[in-house]
């Protein structure tokens, strides 16, 4: 069964920490995974995007890793901004046949305070 | 440059109704996917179209259908519906990449979405 699990469900840290939230999938066949970023009330922005030969991408204070032999991801946030408060989301993108087709997970909330 | 624009924000309808939700994409972008997003759960892929056609359908029942139109806006028609309907409908759009026969990295722009209350 296709899935993709995220943890921890729900995240509180300091304003200008680090943290690290995880993505965990069962889906095959595999195209590529994208982390996006969703605000309250807001559509999911796309942070990174990464196929089965790359390992990390960066795009600002986020870094993606990706193991595609143990099937898991990370989402780094470094020096973390009061605006990183959001629900972050793994999506993970099939490929032959049922291209197109996403799975996504049900996302961390991230909480950041002052 | 505008981005996914979707209408409208919000609509209300009654068990056993009709509802109509519209999705315009960026300019350019040839394909819209369509989601559902229900409090509580995560994003579930619902259709996907390219070029005026339906590439791609998630597991919902037929009463979930839309099209896309020649300038490559799309709708989405929900009929018959249900209180479990109730939800966030997102639509996105993007580029596929078509080289050498591979499809990847197709970026998907969303839409602020389409707030469905069944009552």
């Known amino acids: 069964k296709n899935q993709v699990e995220q943890s921890p469900q729900s995240l509180i840290i300091l304003e200008g920490k680090n943290c690290t939230l995880q993505?965990?999938?069962?889906?095959?066949?595999?195209?590529?995974l994208r982390w996006y970023k969703q605000d309250t009330g807001r559509g999911p922005v796309s942070l990174t995007i990464?196929?089965?030969?790359?390992n990390t991408k960066s795009n600002g204070r986020y870094t993606a890793t990706l193991d595609a032999d143990t099937k898991q991801s990370s989402l780094h946030i470094t020096a973390s901004q009061l605006s990183d408060s959001a629900s972050y989301i793994c999506v993970v993108s099939l490929g032959g046949s049922t291209l197109g087709r996403l799975y996504f997970g049900r996302g961390t909330q991230l909480t950041v305070w002052p | 440059e505008a981005g996914v624009t979707q209408s409208p924000t919000h609509l209300i309808k009654t068990r056993g109704q009709q509802a109509t939700l519209r999705c315009s994409p960026i300019?350019?972008?040839?394909?819209v996917y369509w989601y559902q997003q229900a409090l509580g759960l995560g994003l579930q892929f619902l259709l996907w179209y390219d070029e005026g056609e339906e590439r791609n359908r998630g597991n919902f029942p037929p009463r979930f259908s839309g099209r896309q139109f020649p300038n490559y806006s799309s709708e989405l028609n929900v009929n018959a519906l249900e209180l479990e309907d109730s939800a966030l409908y997102l639509c996105a759009s993007s580029n596929i990449l078509r080289g050498r026969g591979v499809w990847a990295k197709n970026i998907q722009y969303f839409g602020a979405g389409t707030r469905l209350s069944v009552l």
């Open positions: 300019s350019g972008h040839t394909s």
């Open positions: 993505c965990n999938y069962t889906v095959s066949p595999f195209s590529n």
């Open positions: 990464m196929t089965f030969s790359e």
